[in-house]
């Protein structure tokens, strides 16, 4: 099996140093950049299978980093940022950010979000080979052709705009998704009154999804920033 090539666009170099020796540790490859200019030139020449991504780069900023990767590849991006605030979270996952972390991280947690991503890139490639007609997770089962979902066995009854949003979260399983993404993709437009409604379609939706409080979590919630459909 190919080893995962991570590009690190850090230009703090303690941080770049300590998130290369975490990957060198975990036999991972790497390349670095400190900057956006140098980050989007590796990113063409290499073609990664994973970036770790500083929104505070010294030449530009990196949301415009990721519109520009945006713009011919959908390599998964994962931000690493001190900006703790929602909107700067929110700006980076809509123009193309498949997850954040926040400074300060610990190395388990940039771990694990490697090991979802790698999750998901397999499951990717798992879907291009197989029928796509059919996506499963767990005991969750939809029926694209059909429009049918099924949980153990045992058919669902979701309502239009439930389906709708099942299926935009399993077609994207492990990325957030924001509020206004779903919105969008949903009602076609992202008002207040929209983000409201997407919550109460939400609760439905997970109780019918998760039925015992102990069960099987399908679904995740990012306060303020939207949802991820987690692989089970």
């Avoid at 957030?176 to 939706?205: C, K, P």
């Avoid at 998760?210 to 919630?221: C, L, R, S, V």
């Amino acid at each position: 099996m190919n080893k995962i090539l991570i590009l690190v666009v850090e230009d703090d170099r303690p941080v770049r140093n300590l998130i290369v020796t975490t990957l060198k540790t975990h036999d991972y490859k790497y390349l670095t950049a400190e900057n956006g200019t140098t980050a989007i030139m590796e990113a063409s020449s290499h073609q990664p299978d994973i970036i770790l991504l500083d929104l505070g780069l010294p030449d530009m900023e990196g949301v415009d980093v990721i519109k520009k990767i945006r713009t011919w590849s959908n390599v998964p991006i994962i931000v690493i940022s001190a900006r703790s605030e929602d909107a700067d979270k929110i700006e980076a996952l809509d123009a193309g950010a498949d997850d954040y972390i926040t400074k300060p991280f610990s190395v388990e947690e940039l771990l694990a979000r490697i090991r979802v991503t790698i999750r998901r890139l397999a499951m990717l490639g798992m879907g291009e080979m197989q029928d796509t007609s059919v996506f499963e997770n767990g005991d969750l089962k939809i029926d694209y052709t059909a429009g049918c979902t099924y949980l153990k066995e045992e058919e669902l009854h979701l309502t239009p705009i439930e389906y709708k949003l099942l299926c935009l979260l399993a077609r994207n399983v492990g990325k957030v998704l924001t509020h206004t993404y779903i919105t969008q993709q949903i009602w076609g437009s992202s008002s207040e009154n929209d983000i409201a409604s997407l919550r109460v379609f939400m609760a439905t939706l997970r109780r019918k999804l998760e039925p015992d409080k102990n069960g099987t979590a399908y679904i995740q919630t990012h306060i303020g920033i939207g949802y991820r459909m987690l692989k089970v």
